[in-house]
């Protein structure tokens, strides 16, 4: 059984992945269909749906995020697949009212088929004309749009780009759209507690959320527990955001203008403990695991970014749990001070996304001369340079594989979904430990904050680390000795009885350790570290391929899109259409089965978020194959609709 | 390598097998030697000891020690060494630098280790120039100077690492020339006792792009006058015949000449190093030639909250105050759910 709804739910063959995930076996996912229609009490309908899109868009400041959140965790405790997609400015308080400031949240959740937080919106909460305007392009036939009419004044509309207001000409006839008072009726809920008009402003999220929870039949008591612990401070706020939730979902109760409220079913899970998690906390989860596995403390050396800061925050609350978190005065000195932790023997990490990685490009390098066991994280967002620090993008692979000077060979691993960073954290930091070697683990922007429901994990599931035995202190031992089958040299922590040694970032010689400058050394020391690389493949699973009998198309994928794309080709599977796709996350090394799975197909489709990287990568690496390419970079995760209608047309090619 | 460690060692003992490859005559030998007698003083263990280099001549450092070493990149020595310290706080961590590694690539590190005062040594080798990439100015080269990369003369102030150490909120800062071991030896068990970070600035020569940049200080005529060897509790006092002095006159130090003008060791002013404020401490720094000597020596030694102690003991605190037994818990804990 599928430990959740979303990817990584592989076919029977499975896991795409670390040594870590349970086996799991594909499921018929009914397509997505209403199951039924029944006509409620007061008129209404009530349709049984299989999953719904929704999305909440706002102002910056407009609390859409929280909301957005706290409708998930709801979804989640329920028992539904979920995959979520925030998406917001990277302003903290953009200009009000402006198209560019609007924040928004959305979810995709239901029964099956979630893989993705959905191409477009079933329910669209635009609390202002701008929040419309920015999902004007992209609702469903019939979408439900909930809007606060207050936000809707005529200087609202021409701020947000409408030539007249959107709610009264018949721009919005194709739509179910639901105009509430919600700034007035707000007020008038919080009205008895005394707030200031801007405390009782900011509970216009918890009204509208009320709404929305109406719609779908979801109950109040989780959000409603939540406001009450959050602001247990200031009661009265917290007290506010209740009475304001509470307003919401009566107000929506007894409003005719909703046509049809919706109910959706929970998933069927596997059985156990699950939670909600994002991709960044699921990857401070995977570190503290794997550093309880090698036996040894956590050091995390890190700067504050965009998008990769939640997992210095969230590893920041668990010192009491073995990990040290240190926050640098700048990058360089997350990445050296990690380094030096290492040599001491901690378990060490840094994380950040692409600039600071451009930062700590020369002290990789050192991990890599030093031979030092390191993870270096790198959320990826879209760049170059500053870029789009809030917005997805997966331009970082040929950094993390090549982006350093000299013969620098490391290992490089992505992550698929929210809750699998878990598992990929871990599995960075074990090869990082068996095979003394730093390796980047490339998350996206997308999954990081992205949440979905895990299935909870506990150590015992976990595999061991095996971070080796000391070397005899009889003077025997040199520093870059190594094993003979990894090529791994050994891990003695700076401190280690009797075993003083000397490292660094000039070239060694192979056998005594020594500073050397010898040539043919320096080449020898060159192919050593290249297959010390390379033979980390000797220990991984093989690639797997969704489609096993397919020939004619293969889609290649890698990192955070894992869930779009695998939904996109299972749809069409399912359409019969001759498609099967494998989705990299070993991406150097390569597993070794590789190029026989390139070789069962016509034509191969290399699909990302960037120029076309990985199909550079795999054709340098495999010239024997034609390697066709599908981009996007936009700053935004790939469309199922786009992705099936690409496919559908080189299938037709073919 | 050898076995493990039981008896006392002599200073000579501390050092590893391999040829050290300074320029014959430079000032960084008596470093070596002075750090291996400190070592033997303080009878620390060789597996005990982490000594952690950038880049340049003294960044070699590491390679001559039979301790555990990291030569690692350029200017990041501190950053890598705030690593070891809280990866293993019972380390004894040495960091060897230059004027370029510490001050001009590694500034950032450089400040941000004296504030945050972590329990660390800090061995800044001060020669003036860019050494091993064969003689262009650094931060503190002397302004005017022409060099390879300042043909018509360096236009840049200089940097002074005892003010930019106390202006960063270092707590203990000491001075001395290569040309004196014995002393750098008892500033660097001075350093290694004080609870914080310690810097050292010691004044290196450089025989081959920068001779005698520090002569005036350390040549054998004009030392006694040159140099003022503080030490806590004791009047500042100098010259061949101790004749000399340092007073406060309002806000402004002076030298004066005991037995002279009415002035007596009554008005020399007494050091103390561990004075919680810099500002005397800041205006010894700042004492220059010809108007005063140089101040040598410890000039201060303060107490303050100590990073790795400081992040040690929350922690404990935390461990001792967490709900959760374990990852399992934290796993567990919060909002989750039961699928049956």
């Keep these: ?654 | 390598m050898e076995a493990i460690q039981t008896a006392a060692l002599k200073p000579r003992d501390y050092a590893s097998d391999q040829e050290v490859k300074w320029c014959p005559g430079c000032g960084d030998y008596a470093v070596h030697s002075a750090v291996q007698k400190a070592f033997a003083d303080l009878a620390l263990k060789k597996d005990q000891v982490a000594i952690i280099s950038g880049i340049g001549c003294s960044s070699r450092f590491p390679y001559y020690m039979d301790t555990y070493g990291f030569h690692t990149i350029h200017g990041r020595a501190a950053a890598v060494a705030t690593g070891v310290k809280l990866a293993n706080p019972s380390l004894s961590v040495w960091v060897m630098t230059g004027d370029g590694d510490a001050l001009a690539i590694g500034g950032n590190h450089f400040i941000h280790a004296q504030r945050r005062n972590i329990d660390m040594n800090m061995v800044l080798f001060n020669n003036e120039i860019y050494g091993l990439t064969k003689g262009q100015h650094s931060p503190t080269t002397a302004k005017g100077k022409v060099l390879k990369s300042s043909p018509l003369g360096t236009i840049e102030n200089t940097f002074s690492v005892g003010e930019l150490c106390l202006g960063a909120g270092g707590q203990f800062y000491a001075r001395v020339p290569d040309t004196d071991v014995k002393l750098m030896a008892q500033v660097m068990t001075e350093a290694y006792r004080h609870k914080g970070f310690a810097m050292i600035e010691v004044l290196q020569n450089c025989v081959i792009f920068n001779d005698k940049t520090h002569a005036q200080i350390t040549g054998k005529e004009s030392r006694a006058l040159n140099q003022l060897v503080l030490e806590h509790g004791k009047p500042m006092i100098f010259g061949a015949n101790s004749e000399k002095g340092i007073r406060l006159n309002g806000l402004e130090l002076e030298v004066i000449t005991l037995g002279q003008g009415g002035m007596g060791i009554n008005d020399v002013l007494v050091h103390d190093a561990t004075n919680k404020s810099n500002i005397l401490h800041t205006m010894l720094v700042q004492m220059r030639l010809p108007e005063f000597p140089v101040a040598l020596g410890v000039i201060r030694r303060a107490q303050s909250s100590v990073f790795d102690q400081d992040f040690l003991a929350q922690s404990e605190a935390q461990k001792s105050n967490t709900p959760f037994k374990g990852l399992n818990d934290l796993f567990h804990s919060g909002n989750t759910f039961q699928i049956n």
């Design chain 1, 1 to 654: 059984m599928p430990t959740r709804e979303s990817p990584p739910s592989w076919p029977s063959d499975n896991p795409n992945g670390p040594i870590v995930n349970s086996f799991t076996k594909l499921e018929n996912h009914p397509p997505e269909q209403d199951l039924a229609l029944t006509a409620n009490v007061k008129g209404r309908v009530n349709k049984q749906v299989n999953s719904v899109v929704v999305k909440f868009a706002g102002d910056s400041g407009d609390g859409m995020q929280l909301a957005g959140s706290l409708f998930t965790e709801t979804t989640a405790i329920k028992g539904n697949a979920i995959a979520t997609f925030p998406d917001f400015p990277s302003e903290i308080r953009a200009p009000q009212g402006t198209v560019a400031g609007v924040s928004g949240y959305q979810i995709h959740f239901g029964a099956s088929g979630v893989h993705s937080p959905g191409d477009a919106p079933d329910v669209l909460v635009a609390m202002n004309p701008a929040a419309l305007k920015a999902n004007l392009q992209q609702l469903k036939p019939a979408c439900t749009i909930l809007c606060d009419k207050d936000s809707f004044a005529k200087r609202d509309w021409e701020k947000a780009g409408f030539d007249s207001n959107p709610l009264e000409g018949d721009l919005l006839a194709d739509y179910q759209v639901v105009p509430a008072p919600i700034t007035t009726l707000t007020k008038g809920a919080v009205a008895g507690l005394g707030l200031d008009n801007k405390a009782a402003d900011r509970c216009k999220n918890a009204f509208t959320l009320g709404m929305v929870f109406w719609l779908f039949s979801e109950p109040l008591d989780q959000s409603i527990k939540f406001f009450r612990q959050k602001f247990k401070k200031t009661p009265e706020i917290g007290e506010a955001n209740v009475l304001a939730i509470k307003a919401g979902y009566n107000y929506a109760l007894t409003m005719e203008v909703i046509k049809a409220t919706y109910t959706v079913l929970p998933a069927s899970k596997a059985p156990g403990v699950y939670r909600n998690i994002t991709g960044n906390q699921a990857t401070a989860w995977g570190f503290l695991a794997a550093a309880a596995k090698v036996g040894k403390d956590l050091f995390l050396g890190s700067y504050p970014i965009t998008p990769a800061t939640d997992i210095m925050q969230e590893l920041a609350k668990h010192k009491w749990a073995g990990a040290k978190v240190f926050q640098a005065e700048d990058e360089i000195a997350g990445i050296t001070s990690a380094i030096g932790a290492a040599f001491a023997g901690n378990v060490a990490i840094t994380t950040t996304s692409g600039p600071g990685m451009a930062l700590k490009t020369e002290a990789i390098g050192l991990a890599v001369m030093a031979e030092l066991p390191l993870v270096i994280v790198n959320v990826q967002r879209g760049g170059p340079s500053t870029g789009l620090p809030t917005k997805t993008e997966q331009s970082d692979l040929l950094q993390a594989i090549w982006g350093r000077n000299g013969e620098s060979p490391l290992v490089v691993l992505s992550a698929s979904t929210p809750s699998d960073c878990f598992d990929w954290a871990f599995e960075a930091t074990r090869i990082a430990v068996e095979h003394m070697t730093p390796v980047v683990l490339l998350t996206e922007s997308y999954i990081a904050n992205g949440a979905e429901p895990w299935k909870v994990k506990t150590l015992e599931q976990m595999p061991e680390i095996q971070a080796g035995q000391l070397p005899p202190t009889d003077g025997s031992w040199k520093p870059y000795d190594r094993d003979c089958h990894s090529l791994a040299r050994k891990w003695v922590p700076a401190g280690s009885p009797g075993l003083q040694h000397r490292i660094g970032g000039l070239e060694k010689d192979q056998f005594s350790g020594c500073v050397s400058h010898n040539p043919n050394n320096h080449e020898a020391m060159v192919a050593i570290r290249r297959d010390k690389v390379d033979r980390v493949a000797d220990r991984l699973p093989d690639q797997k391929v969704k489609g096993k009998n397919a020939s004619k198309l293969l889609v290649v994928g890698w990192g955070g899109q894992f869930g779009i794309l695998f939904g996109a080709v299972s749809e069409l599977q399912q359409e019969g259409y001759d498609i099967a796709i494998t989705h990299f996350n070993y991406i150097h090394p390569l597993p070794k089965n590789t190029a026989s799975i390139f070789a069962r197909f016509q034509k191969i489709l290399v699909c990302e978020l960037n120029n076309g990287q990985l199909a550079k990568y795999l054709r340098a690496t495999f010239p024997q194959f034609n390697f066709q390419q599908y981009n996007k970079v936009q700053g935004q995760p790939f469309k199922v609709s786009e992705l099936k209608n690409a496919f559908v047309q080189q299938l037709q090619e073919a």
